[in-house]
């Protein structure tokens, strides 16, 4: 479990972003510091007031997690990012969509500009950024365009040269007038190449200039003129920050290090969507000590990859691994477009990759009793269950469960554990269809059937195509099932097991008198098994989470069937024509006393339509669905 002191002792005196999670492990609020350690620490001091707002917030706060940045403007950046995805409730949200400001530089005109922007497109320019201070970005590009003469107009050049007068700028000096043709493409571009270079990253000889400028006109007492210098040093410092948190390539990426010791690893992933950070997970391993970085690598990509639905445009990788081509190829498939692996050897994707390994490495040294103890409440208590029933090593588990009301809606659930966690991704819901009344074992049947006799046709089918079998949404069969019940739920399964000739261990989750989880049961025999034990405690959660699911479907299903139409009953009225009943007629009771012709001038309705409705009306009265209750149905039919 999460113990907050505890944690608290281990927060890094580094910059970065901190993301507090209530109960529910949803993220309730972000923020950004300079010393991750000092800032985080104050929420949970007793002499500390922030507000009754943040007072709220501390008292719902169960974990916190934290990415350590470089600086505090990337810890600036991140946060934006964050809270803009997330939206956590104690963040203040901004109503409009203002970002922050970039430098847009118009790389597909002939005669390019430099322009300040709050978006980024996919055009043919450059962007340079995010800044903080649109004040700063606004004078820097008003200074680059001074020093190296770049045209501010936004006339569509080489095709209005010579249309009109040259502007102010060309008077002054401040531009080079190729509106009248009297500079050439190539020296253009050659006075825009410096420009660039000073927007990828060359400022000091601009700072150099303008500080000795502002020290000769300090010398020579003209202090206003030293003080516009002073500004525009102080702006292009500003502009000068480097930050790696968002790109302006809007690629989607994900970026994947570790770190490792004798016997651990963890392994970092940085999701980067449209070009920007958006969030990150970390994942712990046990790394033999004859295992290299770039193995570990290689088997945490191909593991992780196959169980994700969504696969990036580029993977960076920290260590080039093995299977790089194949791998690429693997995913490019999954993903229906090319799918890059790249290892960054320098520049800014260097840094963040080394970025991410520095967040690994942090995790690693400071979460190693945490990582004992998750380990023993997730691994360790599938280790646990496999040993009580004598089956070795469990990986994978799927529970089974059935809901129904008087066998109304029976629905049937399927909830997946691996390494101890939920894995929601492989869930599944099963409608009953051949089962008509409270009939469990004979639902239960038809949901294994359904389940199996699926991941088996699927299997087949992705072998005859020649693809890997982690395509497939139900080929992963599981190390043992557990029925959320005892001797007749576990023969059910075994039964349909054999019928399809599957060898895999059935044990049923047996409950006491007061409804709670009681033991196992497993060869014909109800397992002893520690009630304080974190084996025991994984059981409950797999119960409770298989009865949950079962019964948040059903109440869907059911909540369905309640909304329901009386002029569903009607032959040859689908929703369309409903609502287009609805919308003329405006309640039951309208439509109830129209005739054919009214009905028929209806839209969507014809002569064949309007002498059904009218007719239901007059055989039944209105009322063989609703049981007389229309004015309930009205209310629906009107939404």
């Given at each position: 479990m999460f113990d907050i002191e505890q944690e608290l002792k281990k927060l890094p005196d580094k910059p970065g972003v901190y993301i507090m999670h209530d109960a529910a492990d949803e993220i309730i609020y972000v923020g950004k510091a300079v010393n991750l350690k000092n800032r985080v620490r104050q929420y949970f001091r007793p002499s500390h007031d922030e507000g009754p707002k943040k007072a709220k917030m501390v008292t719902q706060i169960?974990?916190?997690?934290?990415?350590?940045?470089?600086?505090?403007?990337?810890?600036?950046?991140l946060?934006?990012?964050?809270?803009?995805?997330?939206?956590?409730?104690?963040?203040?949200?901004?109503?409009?969509?203002?970002?922050?400001?970039?430098?847009?530089?118009?790389?597909?005109?002939?005669?390019?500009?430099?322009?300040?922007?709050?978006?980024?497109?996919?055009?043919?320019?450059?962007?340079?950024?995010?800044?903080?201070?649109?004040?700063?970005?606004?004078d820097t590009i008003e200074l680059i365009q001074k020093m190296y003469q770049i045209r501010t107009c936004s006339r569509n050049l080489p095709k209005d040269t010579g249309k009109e007068r040259p502007c102010l700028n060309y008077h002054i000096k401040q531009c080079d007038a190729p509106c009248q043709g009297y500079i050439s493409k190539e020296d253009y571009q050659k006075s825009f190449g410096q420009a660039?270079?000073?927007?990828?990253?060359?400022?000091?000889?601009?700072?150099?200039?303008?500080?000795?400028?502002?020290?000769?006109?300090?010398?020579?007492?003209?202090?206003?003129?030293?003080?516009?210098?002073?500004?525009?040093?102080?702006?292009?410092?500003?502009?000068?920050?480097?930050?790696?948190?968002?790109?302006?390539?809007?690629?989607?990426?994900?970026?994947?290090?570790?770190?490792?010791?004798?016997?651990?690893?963890?392994?970092?992933?940085?999701?980067?969507?449209?070009?920007?950070?958006?969030?990150?997970?970390?994942?712990?391993?046990?790394?033999?000590?004859?295992?290299?970085?770039?193995?570990?690598?290689?088997?945490?990509?191909?593991?992780?990859?196959?169980?994700?639905?969504?696969?990036?445009?580029?993977?960076?990788?920290?260590?080039?691994?093995?299977?790089?081509?194949?791998?690429?190829?693997?995913?490019?498939?999954?993903?229906?477009?090319?799918?890059?692996?790249?290892?960054?050897?320098?520049?800014?994707?260097?840094r963040l990759v080394e970025l991410a390994a520095r967040n690994a490495a942090l995790v690693l040294s400071q979460d190693k009793e945490r990582i004992k103890k998750e380990e023993l409440r997730t691994i360790g208590a599938m280790n646990q269950i496999g040993a009580l029933i004598g089956i070795g090593a469990v990986r994978r588990v799927e529970a089974f469960d059935i809901s129904n009301t008087s066998g109304v809606e029976s629905v049937g659930s399927m909830v997946v554990y691996e390494d101890g966690k939920p894995k929601r991704s492989d869930y599944?819901?099963?409608?009953?269809?051949?089962?008509?009344?409270?009939?469990?074992?004979?639902?239960?049947?038809?949901?294994?059937?359904?389940?199996?006799?699926?991941?088996?046709?699927?299997?087949?089918?992705?072998?005859?195509?020649?693809?890997?079998?982690?395509?497939?949404?139900?080929?992963?069969?599981?190390?043992?099932?557990?029925?959320?019940?005892?001797?007749?739920?576990?023969?059910?399964?075994?039964?349909?097991?054999?019928?399809?000739?599957?060898?895999?261990?059935?044990?049923?989750?047996?409950?006491?008198?007061?409804?709670?989880?009681?033991?196992?049961?497993?060869?014909?025999?109800?397992?002893?098994?520690?009630?304080?034990?974190?084996?025991?405690?994984?059981?409950?959660?797999?119960?409770?989470?298989?009865?949950?699911?079962?019964?948040?479907?059903?109440?869907?299903?059911?909540?369905?069937?309640?909304?329901?139409?009386v002029l569903d009953e009607i032959p040859g009225i689908g929703p369309a024509r409903r609502k287009a009943l609805m919308r003329q007629f405006k309640d039951i009771e309208a439509i109830r006393n129209a005739n054919i012709q009214e009905l028929a001038q209806t839209p969507q309705m014809n002569q064949k339509a309007a002498e059904a409705v009218y007719h239901f009306f007059r055989k039944t009265g209105g009322h063989s669905f609703c049981g007389g209750m229309c004015a309930d149905v009205k209310t629906h039919d009107n939404q």
């Open positions: 169960r974990r916190f997690e934290y990415i350590i940045t470089d600086s505090e403007l990337e810890a600036l950046v946060e934006c990012n964050l809270i803009k995805e997330h939206r956590p409730k104690y963040n203040t949200m901004l109503r409009d969509d203002k970002t922050y400001p970039y430098i847009k530089v118009t790389l597909g005109e002939d005669f390019p500009r430099v322009l300040f922007s709050r978006l980024i497109r996919k055009d043919k320019s450059k962007y340079f950024g995010p800044y903080t201070s649109a004040g700063a970005v606004k660039l270079d000073f927007l990828g990253g060359h400022y000091e000889p601009l700072l150099r200039s303008l500080k000795e400028k502002m020290e000769q006109a300090s010398e020579q007492m003209e202090f206003e003129k030293a003080i516009e210098y002073r500004e525009l040093l102080n702006s292009v410092k500003q502009v000068a920050q480097k930050q790696k948190i968002t790109s302006s390539s809007m690629e989607d990426r994900d970026i994947v290090a570790l770190a490792r010791d004798e016997r651990d690893a963890v392994v970092q992933v940085f999701f980067i969507r449209e070009g920007k950070l958006i969030g990150r997970d970390h994942f712990h391993l046990s790394a033999g000590a004859a295992e290299s970085e770039e193995e570990i690598l290689d088997g945490f990509v191909k593991q992780f990859y196959a169980g994700t639905p969504f696969i990036p445009r580029e993977l960076w990788l920290q260590y080039p691994i093995t299977d790089s081509e194949v791998i690429s190829q693997w995913l490019t498939a999954k993903r229906g477009q090319k799918v890059r692996l790249v290892v960054p050897q320098k520049g800014e994707k260097e599944r819901k099963f409608k009953i269809r051949t089962v008509q009344g409270p009939n469990d074992y004979a639902s239960m049947e038809e949901v294994l059937t359904r389940r199996f006799s699926h991941g088996m046709e699927e299997a087949k089918n992705l072998r005859a195509e020649g693809k890997e079998l982690s395509f497939g949404s139900f080929t992963r069969f599981p190390d043992l099932i557990m029925m959320d019940g005892g001797r007749g739920q576990v023969n059910i399964a075994l039964g349909v097991l054999e019928q399809m000739g599957l060898s895999i261990p059935v044990c049923g989750m047996v409950k006491d008198d007061f409804h709670r989880t009681r033991g196992l049961y497993f060869n014909n025999k109800e397992v002893p098994i520690d009630r304080h034990s974190e084996g025991f405690r994984l059981i409950t959660r797999i119960q409770d989470e298989a009865h949950r699911f079962a019964i948040e479907d059903h109440r869907s299903l059911r909540g369905k069937g309640q909304v329901r139409s």
